[in-house]
C-alpha cells in the first residue's frame, strides 16, 4: 500500500468511525437520552454553523448565517423525538432540517437561493485538494462573485462536500443524484472555479 492509499484509508476510517458516532448519538438522542442530546450538537455545532454561513453568508437582511444556525440547532432538538435511525442517517436528517431552515431564511429576506456567500469552508475530504489551493488563495469578496456564478447545484454539491462533510454517497442521497455524478458535478464545479479565478487574475487592473 502507497502512502497516498494508506491515508486515504486512514480518512475514511475517520470519517466512518464519525458518521458512526453522529448515528449513535442521533439514535439515544431521540429515545430521550439529554447527554447524547448534548453530545449530538457538539458534533453537529460546527458543520451546521459551515454550512449556514456558505449557504446564507453573515449579513443577510434579517438573519445572517449563525442565526440560521441557531435556528437548525433548535430545529434538529424539536425533531428529535420524530427521528428514525432505521430509516435515514442521521447527517441526512440534520442536513433536510438545515436545507429547510436555509431556505426559509432567504425566502424571508427577499433573496433567491443563489445568492453569494461570504465564504467557502476549510476541506475536510480529501477528494476536495484541488479545491484548497483555488479557494484559499481567493480574496472573499471575489469568491462571492464566482461562486455566486456557479448554478446552484454545483453550489450545493461543494457546500454538501466541504462544510457538511458528506462523503460522495451522502452528498448523492441528499441531492437524490449518484455518487458518480457528484463527483462529476465536483470536479465540473472545481473546473469552472479555477477557470474563472484564472481568468480574473490574467486582467489588467484598472
Excluded at 114 to 143: I, K, Y
Aim: proline content about 5%; charged content about 30%; hydrophobic content about 40%.
Amino acid at each position: 500500500m502507497t502512502g497516498s492509499e494508506a491515508e486515504r484509508e486512514g480518512r475514511d476510517s475517520s470519517r466512518a468511525d464519525r458518521t458512526a458516532e453522529l448515528n449513535d448519538a442521533a439514535a439515544a438522542a431521540s429515545a430521550g437520552d439529554r447527554r447524547a442530546r448534548d453530545h449530538l450538537l457538539e458534533l453537529i455545532r460546527q458543520p451546521i454553523l459551515r454550512y449556514c454561513r456558505a449557504r446564507v453568508g453573515p449579513a443577510v437582511r434579517l438573519q445572517t448565517g449563525e442565526d440560521v444556525a441557531q435556528d437548525v440547532l433548535m430545529a434538529v432538538v424539536e425533531a428529535l423525538p420524530r427521528y428514525r435511525p432505521s430509516e435515514v442517517p442521521a447527517m441526512a436528517f440534520i442536513y433536510g432540517i438545515a436545507r429547510n431552515k436555509v431556505a426559509d431564511s432567504l425566502r424571508a429576506s427577499g433573496r433567491d437561493k443563489s445568492d453569494p456567500t461570504d465564504d467557502v469552508p476549510d476541506r475536510v475530504s480529501n477528494a476536495l485538494e484541488p479545491e484548497t489551493g483555488a479557494l484559499r488563495s481567493a480574496e472573499a469578496r471575489q469568491l462571492r462573485v464566482l461562486l455566486d456564478m456557479l448554478p446552484s447545484s454545483h453550489r450545493e454539491v461543494l457546500v454538501l462536500r466541504v462544510a457538511m462533510q458528506f462523503s460522495a454517497e451522502e452528498t448523492a442521497r441528499a441531492v437524490g443524484s449518484t455518487p458518480g455524478a457528484v463527483r462529476v458535478t465536483q470536479h465540473r464545479a472545481l473546473s469552472k472555479l479555477r477557470a474563472m479565478m484564472a481568468e480574473q487574475l490574467s486582467e489588467p487592473a484598472t
